[in-house]
């Protein structure tokens, strides 16, 4: 079977600034620079957010290699602290150059751009004044996001508030894989509850500026599954939906929080703090379209054993994770792979959600070691990850032949790139990239990903 994509689809892939850019300019420090150099082996292999695949002065080249891929669309970020270096005060004027170059090479080159405002990289100086826990710190967002808008809203019409934005929350202040690294429920909570606000407010401002354009946020709004039918199993995966899921997703597409977990949230003493107004911001700035980013499900079942009452209050207090036997990730995470969730993620934004305007922003496999399978030609031949694209695609496409209004899929992510959590371990790219000699080159994957796009399809 031949499997047509819609006319017009945004075929493409996402990339972040501080996961390409590198740093030998002028750039502000992010809490990526902080927590690197706390320790940098923890989780970087001494591998910092500096130099990287430079992006910064090598953009020309690499539009050129995403149309090489056959890319006609493409999401990467701003950096926060490249455009303001101290996240709220002088625009940094080289970095406003640099973005109007980049913004226009896109355009020069026929990619169509959505540009992401944060991919974690919350700038160092405003993380020192308490970062998303601190309200100034939501009015500093929503400054910049203004700034943005009133420089590049001429040129870029489809923009994203953030990319993922419960990772601040889990990586930050809940499970220990980013600065501030700290591990507090209800702090969690207010970061989370800060982010949706300055997401709204940066809504509202967009629509002030921007004549004509469309913004999204972009969620990872991995399916949570349940073990069994078992009422036990179903509560405990309802919670876990509940934290994970809708969190964010209620706010941004039904303008209001989600009433199930408020009640969880005031059980358990960890509801936020927040301003009258609030409310209504949400209510009346909505998205205009959602990115969805998928990897791996979660899995959960009831707990097993009731928590001792002083240990610390985590989401896992109320339900444990299980595994499922099953293909997984050869990477430094071990994601199980599973493709039907990407068809689940999609109906329920259509059974649930008002089958608002979609896309894939982001879903890919990572490999460690891929030197392993480099052909004699030389060519890295990623058979594999071919195959995870058509599993996953046969799913997009089932989901949009029953209505679904998915108008894109992009890849994690067209070119090699560090990571906020594993430095140059996990490789993601359909286009390799050497760290040590800063050469690109085509994946077997690339080739593959260009004849699909010029088919707007696969068999
Ligand atoms: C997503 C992030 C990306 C990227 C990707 C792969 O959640 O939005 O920034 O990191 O995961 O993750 P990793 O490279 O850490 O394995």
């Known amino acids: ?120 990289d919350m700038p160092a100086a405003l993380q020192a004044k308490g970062g998303f826990e601190n309200r100034e710190v939501v009015d500093a967002y929503v400054r910049y996001a203004k700034i943005c808008f009133e420089l590049f809203g001429d040129k ?55 004549d004509g354009g469309e913004i999204c946020t972009i969620l990872n709004i991995t399916p949570i599954y349940p073990r ?42 960890l509801l936020p703090v927040g301003l009258p107004e609030d409310k209504q911001l949400i209510a009346a700035n909505r998205v205009d379209f959602i990115g969805l980013n998928y990897y791996q499900p979660r899995r959960v079942k009831a707990k097993e054993h009731v928590p001792h009452p002083e240990s610390v209050l985590l989401p896992e207090s109320f339900f444990d994770y299980y595994e499922m036997q099953g293909r997984r990730m050869n990477t430094s995470r071990g994601w199980e792979i599973y493709p039907k969730a990407i068809y689940d993620m999609l109906m329920t934004i259509k059974n649930e959600y008002g089958n608002v305007k979609c896309y894939i922003a982001e879903n890919g496999m990572g490999i460690q070691q891929e030197d392993q399978f480099r052909g004699a030609d030389g060519v890295i031949d990623d058979t594999y990850r071919i195959a995870f694209y058509k599993e996953h695609l046969r799913y997009v496409h089932q989901a949009i032949s029953e209505g679904v209004n998915c108008f894109g899929y992009h890849i994690w992510t067209p070119i090699d790139n560090w990571s906020m959590i594993n430095a140059y371990k996990n490789r993601y790219g359909v286009i390799e990239f050497n760290p040590q000699t800063g050469e690109r080159k085509l994946k077997r994957s690339g080739s593959w990903f260009k004849e699909l796009v010029d088919a707007n399809g696969f068999d």
Request: glycine share 6%.
């Open 1 to 120: 079977m031949f499997y047509q994509f819609p006319e017009d689809f945004y075929w493409g892939g996402a990339s972040s600034a501080l996961q390409t850019e590198g740093s030998d300019s002028s750039r502000g420090k992010t809490i990526f620079d902080v927590f690197y150099n706390l320790a940098p082996n923890r989780f970087f292999d001494g591998v910092g957010p500096n130099k990287l695949a430079d992006f910064y002065h090598r953009y020309k080249e690499d539009i050129s290699l995403y149309k090489a891929v056959g890319h006609n669309s493409h999401r990467t970020s701003i950096s926060w602290a490249r455009l303001i270096p101290d996240g709220d005060g002088d625009v940094d004027q080289e970095a406003v150059v640099y973005y109007h170059e980049v913004i226009d090479e896109f355009k020069r080159q026929g990619v169509t751009l959505i540009m992401n405002l944060m991919h974690f």
């Open 156 to 210: 870029v019409k489809l923009w994203a508030t953030f990319n993922e934005p419960i990772v601040t929350p889990e990586g930050g202040y809940l499970y220990d894989f980013h600065y501030p690294n700290v591990v507090d429920f209800k702090r969690a909570v207010q970061v989370s509850y800060n982010m949706i606000i300055a997401h709204a407010a940066a809504v509202k401002v967009f629509h002030q500026v921007v």
């Open 228 to 269: 069994s039918d078992n009422p036990k199993d179903v509560a405990a995966a309802r919670i876990a939906d509940l934290i994970f899921v809708r969190s964010f997703l209620d706010p941004v597409l039904l303008g209001q929080w989600n009433a199930e977990l408020v009640e969880f949230l005031g059980e358990h003493d």
